[in-house]
């Protein structure tokens, strides 16, 4: 029985029908990058103080002084959440006293922001920060952003669970649905083959063949090959409890969600905490999206002409390993810093893109769409996690890149562990999953058979 790839293999490799459907899914994932980094300016956390209401009878010495001093991620400034006791203060200023001379304001008692607070308007002017009421959830605890955050990452990683149960039901096309391209981006046929829709997948092929200027077969598939692509499909269903099935595949699956959430808590880690770094919130937010493009491009030439394991890790290694070398950094090298920064987001954003190539390339076809969709849902974890590391640096300015690197270093080891599938065709049963070489499968494809190869040994044995 033929292959898929061997029964496309008229179609070419790149032709108009490819360049088509690879614009439309290109053009469809633009909107991710509006939704996924808009929080860093839609959630941002201007620069505050503790607002005074305009009853309070103070003088101008007292009004300046009225807000204590607090040293917060290694730099000095005014406290975030606290003030003076206004009560006191008044009564300071009907006194004629003035702080610092005739007042210890280290003495005085202290009081949290009961009137809400003042916001900096030199870098936002409107954040959802800003526009919420603060009461409730106290800006000190990061309430109100961190809940409107959460939401939305929670609503995004419910689209993850669906995407990964129902791929399996329903293929991609119910999601696409959804978009604007529904009516042109056709459904893949190697998921209707594997799903016995055969004459839907015709009909893509040849309309395929057609767009590319080429003369489809008269016949693509005959009934052997359907009979036997059947009754492969009755002794194999899938569900998600699949992805675990052996003991070989359970342990990939789990590194690979541990992959998947580990790289991204530290890509939106270092995105989400470019308005921290020195000079220009928007300046460096653009240095951070405009890094992206080469390294998509050499994540692009990796996939081309080295194994994956290693190009996933090196690149894990890079990014790891720049980010641990901040701290080194001197305080006044600031250039140095953001560059060491943006070389940091160059290496996990190459290896976060690889890892949707590596881990399709990992599992057959009756589960790949699953697996796809289960380890973007870890992923979806780890942008939930991520902004609780930036918010460390509030504690310690460096702590944040500790944790981030050590993360992207330790997972770039445990890399090395999995799979490789450089080279290989794409598997379409778990039989040929077992066969990639690597990790513990090498013992055991040495005794795993296919049914097929079963039956066919046994038709060669002679009777004596």
């Not at 008229?10 to 490819?18: H, V």
């Not at 149960?165 to 046929?189: A, C, N, Q």
């Not at 690979?256 to 989400?272: D, K, R, V």
């Not at 009756?366 to 509030?394: D, K, Q």
Request: proline fraction near 5%.
């Amino acid at each position: 029985m033929r292959d898929y790839d061997e029964l496309i293999s008229f179609l070419g490799e790149w032709g108009p029908f490819q360049r088509l459907i690879f614009f439309l899914l290109s053009a469809s994932i633009v909107p991710n990058g509006f939704n996924g980094m808009s929080a860093v300016f839609l959630a941002g956390t201007p620069e505050h103080r503790c607002r005074l209401p305009p009853s309070a009878n103070l003088s101008r010495e007292w009004l300046n002084a009225s807000i204590p001093r607090e040293v917060q991620g290694g730099r000095e400034g005014p406290s975030r959440c606290r003030r003076y006791r206004l009560e006191s203060l008044a009564n300071f200023s009907a006194l004629g006293l003035q702080p610092g001379r005739d007042v210890d304001l280290s003495q005085l008692e202290q009081e949290t922001c009961l009137d809400g607070w003042e916001y900096s308007r030199e870098l936002y002017l409107s954040t959802i920060v800003t526009e919420v009421w603060q009461k409730e959830y106290s800006l000190c605890n990061h309430g109100s952003a961190d809940w409107i955050q959460f939401c939305a990452d929670l609503l995004y990683q419910l689209g993850d669970v669906h995407s990964a149960v129902f791929y399996s039901w329903h293929g991609t096309d119910l999601e696409l649905r959804g978009g604007l391209h529904s009516g042109v981006i056709p459904e893949s046929p190697r998921w209707l083959i594997s799903q016995g829709r055969f004459k839907e997948a015709e009909i893509i092929i040849r309309k395929a063949a057609k767009t590319n200027g080429i003369v489809a077969p008269a016949m693509l598939f005959d009934s052997t090959e359907m009979q036997d692509m059947k009754l492969q499909q009755q002794q194999q269903k899938a569900y998600i409890l699949d992805l675990f099935r052996t003991r070989n595949i359970a342990v990939i699956t789990v590194m690979s969600l541990l992959l998947w959430m580990l790289t991204s808590i530290g890509y939106f880690g270092l995105s989400l905490n470019t308005p921290n770094l020195h000079g220009n919130a928007y300046i460096n937010c653009f240095l951070s999206a405009i890094i992206e493009v080469p390294a998509y491009v050499i994540a692009w030439l990796l996939l081309r002409t080295l194994p994956r394991r290693y190009s996933i890790s090196g690149t894990l290694f890079l990014g790891g390993g720049v980010i641990l070398f901040i701290q080194l950094v001197p305080t006044d090298l600031h250039i140095l810093s953001v560059f060491l920064v943006m070389l940091g987001k160059f290496g996990i954003t190459s290896a976060f893109s690889m890892l949707y190539v590596y881990t399709s390339e990992l599992y057959p076809t009756i589960v790949r769409n699953m697996a796809v969709g289960a380890t973007s849902m870890s992923s979806r974890v780890g942008s939930i996690i991520a902004p609780y590391f930036v918010y460390l640096g509030a504690y310690d300015r460096f702590l944040p890149y500790i944790l981030m690197g050590s993360l992207t270093v330790l997972i770039g080891i445990l890399t090395l562990f999995l799979p490789e599938s450089y080279g290989n065709p794409l598997p379409e049963t778990f039989d040929q999953m077992l066969r990639v070489k690597g990790f513990r499968n090498r013992q055991r494809t040495n005794h795993v058979r296919s049914s097929k190869e079963i039956e066919d040994s046994k038709t060669q044995i002679t009777p004596l």
